[in-house]
């Protein structure tokens, strides 16, 4: 079962604007990652967020996590139609040595140029 | 420093018959986890290999088996294919040492089922 549950599925944005993609969980995590994918490929991790993590930035992207509400978000400034992908969110808990990836179904974006 | 790599890049079966996925992982990586993708659906868990042993399971039949060897590479075999079992199939390593969050996902296989 997916864990997961990301909102939009789809956002339609023009070149230039933000896209937001929210994502929401049910169970404790141990850190919360954001993945893209380009037309049913594979998948490239963008950023990941702690669960002691409030926010967190890596160039155009910006997370932020509520654990309280079980939920984050992903931000895209300044979008480039390069950025037209599958955005998955995969929450995170420690089986052992290793982590389990449990992943929503994902927001399409399509920016326009 | 080559990535994860996947085996076929593509792959047609008739239901009933078998098939086996290859991934090597990332160089210096020691888990390979397996992941099932239908279309229009997130990737969903199928197990995860650890020193050559299976360490975690999702919730998939025993059809599903899977394999590590000692240079860390990894297979999945399916039983018994169903055409639901139509799908990309994703192959992620990691690095248990230090218990490394991040997972590097090969580009996957797609299966057909007819």
């Known amino acids: 079962s997916q864990q997961g549950e990301e909102d939009p599925q789809a956002l339609s944005i023009q070149e230039g604007e933000n896209a937001t993609m929210n994502c929401s969980y049910k169970t404790s995590i141990n850190n919360l990652q954001w993945y893209r994918q380009n037309s049913g490929r594979g998948l490239v991790h963008l950023i990941l967020i702690r669960s002691n993590e409030r926010e967190k930035h890596s160039g155009r992207l910006r997370v932020t996590l509520d654990t309280s509400k079980k939920s984050s978000s992903l931000l895209i400034t300044a979008s480039r139609a390069a950025d037209t992908a599958s955005y998955f969110c995969?929450?995170?808990?420690?089986?052992?040595?290793?982590?389990?990836?449990?992943f929503g179904k994902g927001t399409l974006l399509t920016v326009n140029p | 420093d080559a990535g994860v790599t996947q085996s076929p890049t593509h792959l047609i079966k008739t239901r009933g018959q078998q098939v086996t996925l290859r991934c090597s992982p990332k160089?210096?990586?020691?888990?390979v986890s397996w992941y099932q993708q239908a279309l229009g659906q997130g990737p969903q868990f199928i197990f995860q290999?650890?020193?050559?042993?299976?360490?975690q399971r999702g919730n998939f039949p025993d059809r599903f088996s899977g394999h590590q060897f000692p240079n860390y590479s990894s297979e999945l075999n399916v039983n018994a294919l169903l055409l639901g079992d139509s799908a990309l199939y994703l192959c992620a390593s990691s690095l248990a040492t230090g218990q490394q969050e991040t997972q590097y996902f090969g580009p996957g296989t797609r299966l057909l089922v007819l």
């Open positions: 995969a929450t995170a808990r420690l089986g052992g040595s290793n982590y389990k990836l449990t």
């Open positions: 160089s210096g990586h020691d888990t």
């Open positions: 290999y650890y020193e050559e042993e299976e360490r």
